[in-house]
């Protein structure tokens, strides 16, 4: 597809509650056409794979295009460089979610690593957002070898030391890495759950949004996850 088609492709999916839903976040220097998540997933699978068309797409001030534009790149040639460009843009928090999270090509690229580790230590606040969920996606992949136990002990002792301190969405980032972690093996999970407890509710808040913050002790302690760890 051109550029061209995914913009008719978007404009035929427009959804004006949405749009008045982004009108009300406020989101400055980006226009969106409303449509959900969900639909520009689908829409990011109908459009397909494609680097080239994904570096076009970003350079639009449209969000739905970016999304789709994040979601259709390729892993294995994003470039460092691309990364710390395109993170500039990523202040809205469910932006950063989107290309950060939930097995987005960023998150499987060769470099999500070095990323993880650097951003999540940066003085910048969205990069550490960005840094932590990323952390979050490398704790599901278990045929890395070199993502061992000790790699993620430390984390864990991080995130109890001040996730409380932390800024917003920094806070939400950390949950999502923690429940990650406690998730991975019999052993994370214990020292995952014994910060939980510690660290106690951790509140979040994500405007006008209906989501809530994650009570990750208590999932942590749910039948499910024990038996899948059993």
């Given at each position: ?41 689908k829409l990011a699978k109908q459009v397909g794979r494609n680097h080239e068309l ?73 990069r550490r957002r960005c840094g932590y969920l990323l952390l979050g996606e490398l ?92």
């Amino acid at each position: 597809m051109t550029p061209n088609q995914v913009f008719s492709l978007l404009k035929q999916n427009r959804n004006e509650r949405g749009i008045a839903h982004w009108e009300r976040l406020g989101v400055k220097k980006l226009e969106s056409y409303g449509i959900g998540l969900t639909q520009l997933r689908k829409l990011a699978k109908q459009v397909g794979r494609n680097h080239e068309l994904a570096q076009e797409l970003w350079k639009s001030d449209v969000y739905d295009a970016k999304v789709v534009g994040a979601l259709i790149d390729d892993p294995a040639r994003i470039t460092k460089r691309q990364a710390e460009s395109q993170v500039k843009e990523l202040s809205f928090w469910m932006f950063s979610h989107i290309v950060c999270s939930c097995e987005s090509p960023l998150s499987r690229s060769p470099i999500a690593r070095e990323l993880a580790e650097t951003w999540s230590g940066a003085k910048d606040p969205v990069r550490r957002r960005c840094g932590y969920l990323l952390l979050g996606e490398l704790a599901k992949d278990k045929q890395d070898t070199d993502l061992t136990d000790a790699f993620f002990d430390g984390y864990v002792e991080l995130i109890a030391d001040t996730i409380q301190r932390e800024e917003n969405f920094v806070k939400d980032a950390m949950n999502v890495a923690l429940l990650a972690i406690g998730q991975r093996n019999a052993k994370l999970h214990k020292k995952a759950l014994a910060a939980a407890k510690a660290i106690g509710r951790v509140e979040v808040n994500y405007g006008s949004s209906a989501c809530e913050s994650i009570d990750v002790a208590w999932h942590l302690s749910s039948d499910r996850v024990r038996a899948k760890l059993a």
